[in-house]
Each structure stands twice: as structure tokens, then as C-alpha cells.
């Protein structure tokens, strides 16, 4: 995967119009935000864009509008927002159809340094097929494309593949820079020792991330529900815990694997365990902790137990690079959140690049207070396991090569 790509600090934007496609999918409560973190990290490289006299075109999709103009989910109140962040005017073009003749008029009308909004892309029934039609709508309003929405990076849609092949420059901003920095070279050319940390509930989901990873790492370290195949595949009663037994073969293989491969493949050696899962689900439940050899057939094992946490925590340790996506357990409910815990603790204290990919991990560090002690956090749920897949992402390919 070529990741070394043309950024905005290599490119000359003064007096051209950019098109810069920005992740603003922030949630709305009644037309109000009620997180801007992404649009917080959107502004360093809108800042740049400025600084250089460029002609900031802003786009960016929201929600799933399936290509008809739904007013509940357009970029008006992003345009305002911003406007407020970057403390000068962010003019929106409400036009139905993204590239109309407000969109038209406002970019032949501007001046170096000035900044409009487009409407939500996904207002198109061509954007999430990557149609011609509205590639060339987008690309007829700018010379060149800068893209720095990573959460989209693993989907061909117009707004970051499709126009990218019609302008001479496609160069990647800040926010994709650092993805690429991270979590590319994390999986390509790691530091050693390189740990991976693998939770979350299903197998399923990380087939192709974890059979990836035992052949990049040194350390592979499994918690959460898909910890229980791997121990069911080694023989262990799991009681009711969280299975996929059409999985098995797959988890027996990849334990061949690892020893195949001289890597060290670490699983759950004890797990908190309780009857019921709890509804809601951060309802109180007694825990009793069970060794993996021992667990009941009658209880479910909903974190790992304490001999776990110290286990992983010290295979941390020692490491150089660790990335880790998925929980250690069901983190939402305090008491399970234990080994959750532990292990962002024991990244939280570590010399290591520590690299978080996205999604509920993103959130359970965010949560428990340690994301500012991480070295990053993926923005892209989707596009960071598809990283750690080693699959080449569509936005990122389309990005100009240096």
C-alpha cells in the first residue's frame, strides 16, 4: 500500500479553489450538535487551507439520507458552528442538489481565504456509487481536492474517490496524514515489539484483522466475547458465554497459526463471570471469577478476571507499538469495565507508540479518561480495522503519490 502521499504542506493553494471533504457526520439533537469533535478536528487543516489564501470549499456527508434532500439532516447547523470555531464567516449553499446554483454563485464570488459549506453530499443519489454525474459536479468547482475525512476512507463514494480522479492534485489533510502515519506504518513497518490487542463481541468481525495481524506482530492478545470460540476451539467449558461454534475450525487454525509462526497468541486464563447479562446494561450483577478451565456451565464470562488484566498488562509492557481495537468485556456496565480498564491503563503507562483503532475502543478510552495518554485515536471505526486488515483503502488510494 503506497502511504506516502501528497499533503496539504506540499501543496501551493493561493488563489485556487480547494475542495477539502471533511468528516462533519456529527449527531443532531432538534437541529443542535451535540458533539463536535469531529468538527474540532477538522479545523487545523481548514485553518492551513485559509492561512494560504486558498478558496475553502467545505464538503462533507451526514447521516443516511439516501440521496434525497432530508431537511432534518442537512449541513446547515455545521455551517454556523463553524462559523463560530474558526471565527469568520462559513457561507452554506443550500441547494437540494449539492452542486446548484447557490453552491455556483458563492464560489465564483469569493475572495482568497474565504470559506462556504456545501450540502450534504449524500443529498445525491450518486454519491455512495461513486456516480459520474455528481464527480463532475464536484470537481467543475475546484482546481484542486483535499480530503481529510479518514472515517469514510474505506468507501468509494464521489465526494473522496470519484472526484479525486478528476482534479490534477488529491492531496490528504492533516487528520488523514496522521491515519496514514499511525495506523499504516503501525501495521507496515512497526517498531518491535509490536502487541495487538484484539476485544469486541464477535469473531466474525475480525476474521481477516486477526489472521493479518499474527503475520505483522510479535504479541497477539484476544479478550472480550470473541475470547470464548478461541477457548471453546482449545477445549475449555465456557458456560453461556458469547460463542460462534461455526467459527471453531477457524479459531483451531489460527492457534496453529501463531505456533506455526513463532508468535505469541494470548487468551483469557481467568474471566469475570455472572448469570444474567444485565438489562439495562449497566444494571449491578454479582461476578464470580472463574480460571478458564473451571468456568460453570451456567454462568457467562462478560470480562476478563484479574490474572487476565495482569497478563496482558505486562505483555504491554515490554512492547514498543501496540494497537488495540475492541474492549475486554461488556465496558459499558461499571463492574465489567474492569478489564477494559486495565488494559487502557497499562497502554496509558507505557513508553510505547500506543495506537487506538477507532470505534467502541475509541469510545471506552475516551470514557475512562485516558485518550489524551494514547499516542492516537483512530477517527475511522470502519476504515482502521480495514487498516489493520492490511486491505489498500479506496480514500487513501486516490490521494496524488509524492
Known amino acids: 500500500m503506497g502511504l506516502n502521499k501528497v499533503s496539504v504542506d506540499d501543496i501551493n493553494v493561493k488563489g485556487k479553489r480547494v475542495l477539502c471533504r471533511c468528516d462533519f457526520n456529527v449527531p443532531l439533537k432538534e437541529g443542535k450538535i451535540t458533539d463536535e469533535n469531529r468538527l474540532v478536528a477538522a479545523l487545523p487543516t481548514i485553518k492551513k487551507l485559509i492561512a494560504d489564501g486558498g478558496k475553502v470549499i467545505l464538503c462533507s456527508h451526514l447521516g443516511k439520507p439516501k440521496g434525497e434532500p432530508k431537511p432534518e439532516l442537512s449541513l446547515a447547523p455545521v455551517a454556523a458552528r463553524l462559523t463560530e470555531l474558526l471565527g469568520q464567516d462559513v457561507k452554506f449553499a443550500a441547494d437540494p442538489e449539492v452542486v446548484g446554483p447557490n453552491a455556483k454563485a458563492a464560489v465564483e464570488a469569493m475572495k482568497d481565504g474565504e470559506v462556504i459549506l456545501l450540502e450534504n453530499t449524500r443529498y445525491r443519489v450518486e454519491e455512495t456509487k461513486n456516480g459520474e454525474a455528481f464527480s463532475k459536479d464536484l470537481a467543475s468547482l475546484c482546481d484542486i481536492f483535499v480530503n481529510d475525512a479518514f472515517g ?171 494497537v488495540w481495537n475492541g474492549p475486554m468485556g461488556v465496558f459499558e456496565n461499571p463492574t465489567l469495565a474492569k478489564g477494559t480498564i486495565a488494559v487502557a491503563k497499562a497502554l496509558a503507562e507505557t513508553d510505547a507508540t500506543t495506537i487506538i483503532g477507532g470505534g467502541d475502543s475509541a469510545a471506552a478510552v475516551n470514557q475512562l479518561g485516558f485518550g489524551d495518554k494514547m499516542s492516537h485515536i483512530s477517527t475511522g471505526g470502519g476504515a482502521s480495522l480495514e487498516f489493520l486488515e492490511g486491505k489498500e483503502l479506496p480514500g487513501v488510494a486516490a490521494a496524488t503519490d509524492k
Open 152 to 322: 469514510t476512507a474505506h468507501r468509494a463514494h464521489c465526494s473522496n474517490v470519484g472526484v479525486s480522479e478528476l482534479v490534477d492534485t488529491a492531496a490528504v489533510g492533516y487528520l488523514m496524514q496522521k491515519e496514514i502515519d499511525f495506523l499504516g506504518n503501525a501495521v507496515e513497518n512497526p517498531v518491535r515489539p509490536f502487541v495487538a490487542i484484539l476485544g469486541g463481541a464477535k469473531v466474525a468481525d475480525k476474521l481477516n484483522v486477526i489472521s493479518n495481524l499474527l503475520e505483522k506482530c510479535d504479541t497477539l492478545i484476544i479478550g472480550g466475547g470473541m475470547a470464548y470460540t478461541f477457548l471453546k476451539a482449545q477445549g475449555n467449558e465456557i458456560g453461556k458465554s458469547l460463542v460462534d461454534d461455526s467459527k471453531l475450525d477457524y479459531c483451531k487454525e489460527m492457534l496453529a497459526k501463531a505456533e506455526k509462526l513463532g508468535k505469541k497468541l494470548l487468551l483469557p486464563v481467568d474471566s469475570a463471570t455472572i448469570t444474567d447479562f444485565p438489562n439495562p446494561i449497566d444494571a449491578p450483577v454479582e461476578v464470580e471469577v472463574y480460571d478458564s478451565d473451571k468456568m460453570p456451565a451456567d454462568r457467562e464470562g462478560c470480562d476478563i478476571g484479574p490474572k487476565t488484566a495482569e497478563l496482558f498488562a505486562d505483555a504491554v509492557k515490554s512492547a514498543k507499538t501496540v
